[in-house]
């Protein structure tokens, strides 16, 4: 079975520019999370869509925004970028239902200057 | 109060000793838990989850699960070099999202 799959793999944007990441989940899995990593916070959840709905948001702003598509991939923009948001974005799906643990994409490495 | 809470280390342990990882979590409503490893520059990888308590073995891991104190813990038995990585703690709270704590990063030294 396929992984968790996002791309790009790395973005350099430049700040008040606006970005979108893809994800595509592991087939079958109808959950998709969102989050971002940064050394000195950690892994901070954005959120996270289920059968296109979005199930939990994290305490980010709302220049994070995300959708879930019919076939369950997922993407997510960021707008307006500040330096602030450069960070690992690491998407993670998983079924969804029951005891289900998230499974997780290689990530793309966001750099704004 | 952090929602999970882990010692952010290092943790250094000698290769063949056990290493003890653990983790504090705020939500009572808690249902399971999760471990996970990351390397260096890589994504985080599944170790294993409990929703029990007690504690649950997995080749040289066993998790251990104590929800009226509201800790999880990781035991590495035999420690390797190659197990040197962060170890995550990742709680399923009573909203089910899934919230990490910052990680402990375990050094195993030959």
């Known amino acids: 079975k396929a992984g968790v799959t996002q791309t790009p793999r790395y973005l350099i944007k430049t700040r008040g520019q606006q970005v979108t990441l893809s994800c595509s989940p592991i087939?079958?899995?109808?959950?998709v999370s969102w989050y971002q990593q940064t050394p000195g916070q950690g892994l901070q959840f954005l959120f996270e869509y289920f059968s296109e709905t979005q199930r939990n948001k994290g305490n980010f702003p709302g220049r994070f925004s995300g959708r879930q598509f019919s076939n369950s991939r997922s993407e997510m923009n960021v707008s307006t970028l500040e330096l602030g948001d450069s960070a690992l974005y690491l998407c993670a799906s998983r079924t969804g239902t029951g005891v289900s643990p998230l499974h997780f994409g290689n990530g793309t490495r966001l750099t704004v200057t | 109060q952090k929602e999970v809470e882990q010692n952010s280390g290092p943790l250094s342990v000698p290769e063949g000793a056990i290493a003890s990882l653990n983790c504090t979590y705020s939500?009572?409503?808690?249902?399971?838990f999760f471990w996970y490893r990351q390397y260096s520059g890589k994504s985080p990888e599944l170790i294993m989850f409990i929703y029990s308590n007690g504690d649950k073995e997995d080749g040289r891991f066993t998790a251990q699960l104590n929800k009226a104190s509201q800790y999880v813990s990781l035991l590495i038995r035999d420690s390797q070099p190659s197990d040197s990585a962060t170890y995550l703690c990742a709680v399923n709270t009573g909203f089910q999202k899934l919230v990490f704590g910052t990680g402990t990063r375990l050094l195993v030294s030959p």
């Open positions: 939500d009572r409503g808690s249902q399971s």
């Open positions: 087939s079958g899995h109808r959950s």
